[in-house]
Structure formats: structure tokens, C-alpha cells
């Protein structure tokens, strides 16, 4: 993609209005290369749940249809991404695939220093390493898991200053993941200024469902934070999505590229950083800033946990499809896609009367399990049973994001999840139409059989971020049932 232009773009993954009176997003792409899918019968993708501690993260890629864990890392690369990669230049240090990294993110961030990452979660390592330090406070519309990690491990501790509703499942407020500001003065006066190195946004929160922040409310923040000259970070690894919000949304940027968008939000915060796994459909991270201060002040880590400050800890190959996937991040057809196919799912899903997180978010479908699953306590992980559940009628694979992501009390208690949903992720321009369908039909036919579904419990639980190695087993024989229901009504169907 040549460079983003500041005029505003026409026909953004458009929904077009059939003959038959449906309305169905439209691909403004096409597939020129594929990879095959395998869909085992319900037998086999029973043992497979077992032998993964039903767990999805434990799952074989052979044993799943729809990969819909995550978009990190599974967003599908452009031909002009996958022809950057060719030109590559693979010196140690000084490398030219950086400086046009580096160019990239000037002209789509607007940052002039940058620290290259091997991805989003080593970028937080570096920051918070810098500057969080034992009893500090760091505010936030809503916390991301390795987040969270990373600013307990410096000994700080994160202050959830969403507004009330966001938490609401059913909702028509538009940006649910705005930061309430009367919050926000009220935890850095009671905290003590001194005692708050960073106010962090997240571009729309995942775990409460993709909901993105508007850009008067990003406005707001900067301002609290230039008051009390704390710096304000925004974790920019689904920016692309929140600034498409922004524009549909947001009466003031109606008229505005997604590129202009992207870019005020840039500037009002000091540091940036991101995965590039999630915001360029590459491989990788970075933070950047335009206060050389902040730069120095954490280059000398840069070296120390992830390589030379021209790679990160990165392949110059996927470097040079980071420059061009920033580019892309600011093509409508791109960023809007995913949106307009989550939006689709979530009004089909709707209209069935499945509990799903409304408005349709950003990263992909938000199930509510304690709705799906109302029979089951949340102490036995209702979010974790319905992604198992989900599984193994479909062989979809989708992620738990509720108490089994969240973590132990002093006490050993759980610290039960603000909510309990199956998240169905959509990386960008993967799935067909067709495949959607497929979700939905399975996912309504397991809404039927919902009070099949039982609970589960850990076997084996790491102490740090357990969901991703953690393993579980049904509380009774729920699965057999529910395998036993699939077969009485629909045969010998995969």
C-alpha cells in the first residue's frame, strides 16, 4: 500500500443489500493461496478435549476446523507483505529492514524513537520494568492478562477505572471502553501522584469483549495526565479496530480516514507500543515515543532481554512485513473487515436469542457464558466448560476468557472474573461467510442443549497465567452426554 492518504476512504468491507433482503459484509479481498482444514467426528474430538485438559490453548492444530483462539499471530498476510519479507535485510546491527520499520511507524504513529520487541508482552516487560515499582498504582480503562503480570511482578498493582456500564453484556453504548475520569482523579489523588508512573489505554479492551474507547474520552485522559505530568501509555495492538470504531461511531470523524484517526490517538498518548502479531498481521512488537527521555530510559533493557536495537529479538523478514502491515492497518478494506464479520455473527446470534456481548466489539464474537451457562456456578468456570463444550460439538476452537483466565487470592481463593465469556476471534480476512454460518448453526444448536453442559475443575494449575498451561476435568460425564445428544440429532455428521 503506498502512503496512507488523509482523504477518507469509500466502501469499507461494505454490506450489500442481496436481492433476497439480506445484508451480508462483503470480502474486498481474494484468496489466492489456502491451507487445508480437517473437521475429525465428534468421537475423536472428544478424546482430543481429554488429552487437552479441556483446555483450548492444549488443543492440536489437526484436531480443529475454525481456529478462533486468538487473532494474535493468525491475521492472513498480504501479497504485498509476503513480497516485502523477500528484500529482507539480515545484518545484526544497523539493519535497513529497521529503518523503514522505523519509517513506518513515524508515518502511522507518529513516533520518532523506537524499541523493537519480539512481541506485545515483551514490550510490556520493558515499560513496566522501567518504570513500576513496589506499591505503585497504574490506572486503565481494563487490564490485559500479561499486563497485569508484568506490573505485579515489578510489585505495583492496575486500577480498573471503567465506567459502571461497560460491564453491562446487553448494551448500546458505543465505547465501552472508555475510562471514567471522576475515577481517574479521584485513584491518582487518594494514590498519591508520586506513587503513579503511567496511566495505560488499551485500544479496544479484549477481555470485556473488543470494546473500543472514543477519542473524547482519549482526549480527557491526555489531559488528566499532562496535569499531573504523568505519562500516558496506549497499548495500540488493536488500534486499528478502535479507530475504525471511532469513525462509525464518533459524529466527529464521520468524514475522517482511518489513517487521521489512527494518528491523533498516536499523539495524544507518550508511549505507544503494540504486538504486531495483533496490529500489522505480522510477527513482533515495539514501543515508540517522541520524548527522547523516555527512550533512553528504557533502550538499555532493549539489549538486555530481546537483542540488538535494530532486530528485538525479531526476524528482519518479519520486520519488513511489520512496515508494510502498519501501512495496511490504515486501509479501511482491511481494518473493517473483521468488524463487519463479528457484527454479523453477533446480530445472527441475537436474533436466536444467544447472549452475546453487545455492541459487537473489535478481535472477534463475545458469548456470555453465565447466560449460555446459567445452571453452572462460576466457581467451576462456566466460561472454560462452554469453550470445551463448543469443541466438541463443532470443532471450533475458541478461548475462555473469565475466571480461569484471571488468577488466585493470598488465600488461594479464585478472583472470579468481572464476566464469563467464550471468545470466538476473527483474524482478519481468514473466514468465509460460510464458515460463520457454520459457527452460528453449532453454536445454536448448543444453546439447545445447554443444560447438558456441566462444569469443570483444575487438575493442574500453574501459578502465573495459568489458562494457557493449565488442565481441567469435567465434574460428571457431561461430555459423554452431550456427544451422545449430537449424535441423536444429527447422525453421522462431522
Known amino acids: 500500500m503506498s502512503k496512507s492518504s488523509n482523504k477518507?476512504?469509500?466502501?469499507?468491507?461494505?454490506?450489500?443489500?442481496?436481492?433476497s433482503g439480506e445484508t451480508i459484509p462483503l470480502e474486498m479481498h481474494k484468496v489466492r493461496v489456502v491451507q487445508k482444514l480437517t473437521l475429525p467426528p465428534i468421537e475423536e474430538r472428544l478424546e482430543a478435549i481429554r488429552r487437552a485438559g479441556f483446555n483450548t490453548f492444549l488443543l492440536k492444530t489437526r484436531d480443529v476446523y475454525l481456529d478462533m483462539l486468538t487473532d494474535s499471530g493468525t491475521n492472513a498476510m498480504s501479497d504485498t507483505q509476503m513480497g516485502?519479507?523477500?528484500?529482507?535485510?539480515?545484518?545484526?546491527?544497523?539493519?535497513?529492514?529497521?529503518?523503514?520499520?522505523?519509517?513506518?511507524?513515524?508515518?502511522?504513529?507518529?513516533?520518532?524513537?523506537?524499541?523493537?520487541?519480539?512481541?506485545?508482552?515483551?514490550?510490556?516487560?520493558?515499560?513496566?520494568?522501567?518504570?513500576v515499582k513496589s506499591g505503585d498504582l497504574v490506572p486503565m480503562n481494563y487490564h490485559f492478562t500479561t499486563t497485569l503480570a508484568h506490573i505485579e511482578l515489578n510489585g505495583g498493582k492496575i486500577g480498573e477505572l471503567l465506567h459502571d456500564e461497560a460491564l453491562q453484556i446487553k448494551s448500546s453504548n458505543p465505547f465501552k471502553g472508555n475510562m471514567d475520569i471522576a475515577k481517574l482523579r479521584h485513584a491518582i489523588t487518594s494514590h498519591g501522584v508520586q506513587n503513579v508512573p503511567l496511566i495505560r489505554m488499551e485500544a479496544s479492551t479484549n477481555l470485556i469483549g473488543g470494546q473500543p474507547f472514543s477519542m473524547a474520552n482519549l482526549r480527557e485522559v491526555a489531559q488528566v495526565a499532562k496535569e499531573n505530568n504523568i505519562p500516558l501509555v496506549l497499548d495500540a495492538s488493536l488500534i486499528g479496530e478502535n479507530a475504525w470504531f471511532i469513525k462509525q461511531r464518533e459524529p466527529e470523524f464521520q468524514q475522517a480516514s482511518v489513517a487521521t484517526i489512527l494518528r491523533e490517538m498516536c499523539e495524544l498518548a507518550d508511549i505507544v507500543y503494540f504486538s504486531s502479531r495483533k496490529v500489522s498481521s505480522s510477527r513482533g512488537g515495539a514501543i515508540c515515543t517522541n520524548r527522547p527521555e523516555i527512550f533512553e530510559k528504557m533502550k538499555v533493557l532493549v539489549p538486555l532481554?530481546?537483542?540488538?536495537?535494530?532486530?528485538?529479538?525479531?526476524?528482519?523478514?518479519?520486520?519488513?512485513?511489520?512496515?508494510?502491515?502498519?501501512?495496511?492497518?490504515?486501509?479501511?478494506?482491511?481494518?473493517?473487515?473483521?468488524?463487519?464479520f463479528i457484527r454479523y455473527l453477533v446480530e445472527r446470534l441475537e436474533t436466536l436469542g444467544i447472549p452475546v456481548v453487545t455492541?459487537?466489539?473489535?478481535?472477534?464474537?463475545?458469548?456470555?457464558?453465565?447466560?449460555?451457562?446459567s445452571h453452572i456456578p462460576q466457581k467451576e468456570y462456566p466460561a472454560g466448560a462452554l469453550a470445551a463444550a463448543f469443541y466438541l460439538i463443532s470443532g471450533v476452537r475458541g478461548m475462555e476468557r473469565g475466571t480461569v483466565s484471571s488468577t488466585r487470592d493470598q488465600h488461594g481463593h479464585d478472583i472470579l472474573a468481572d464476566a464469563e465469556l467464550l471468545r470466538l476471534a476473527f483474524p482478519r480476512r481468514v473466514f468465509t461467510l460460510s464458515q460463520v454460518k457454520y459457527v452460528e448453526d453449532r453454536l445454536n444448536w448448543l444453546y439447545t442443549q445447554r443444560e447438558l453442559v456441566g462444569g469443570l475443575r483444575f487438575v493442574e494449575e500453574p501459578s502465573v497465567l495459568r489458562f494457557f498451561m493449565g488442565r481441567l476435568e469435567a465434574l460428571s460425564d457431561?461430555?459423554?452426554?452431550?456427544?451422545?445428544?449430537?449424535?441423536?440429532?444429527?447422525?453421522?455428521s462431522l
Not at 477518507?8 to 436481492?19: G, H, L, T
Not at 478481535?363 to 447466560?371: E, N, P, Q, R, Y
Open 305 to 340: 532481554f530481546e537483542g540488538f536495537l535494530t532486530y528485538g529479538g525479531m526476524s528482519v523478514r518479519e520486520i519488513e512485513a511489520m512496515a508494510v502491515g502498519l501501512r495496511d492497518t490504515t486501509d479501511e478494506n482491511v481494518i473493517g473487515q473483521s468488524p463487519s
Open 478 to 492: 457431561w461430555p459423554e452426554k452431550l456427544m451422545q445428544a449430537f449424535r441423536r440429532d444429527f447422525g453421522d
Open 84 to 131: 516485502a519479507m523477500m528484500q529482507a535485510d539480515d545484518a545484526y546491527a544497523g539493519s535497513q529492514s529497521f529503518e523503514r520499520m522505523q519509517a513506518a511507524i513515524e508515518e502511522v504513529f507518529g513516533k520518532r524513537f523506537v524499541l523493537p520487541a519480539h512481541q506485545g508482552r515483551a514490550a510490556e516487560n520493558i515499560i513496566f520494568r522501567s518504570y
Open 8 to 19: 477518507p476512504q469509500q466502501n469499507a468491507s461494505p454490506a450489500v443489500r442481496f436481492f
Open 359 to 373: 455492541p459487537a466489539g473489535g478481535l472477534g464474537c463475545h458469548v456470555d457464558a453465565m447466560g449460555f451457562l
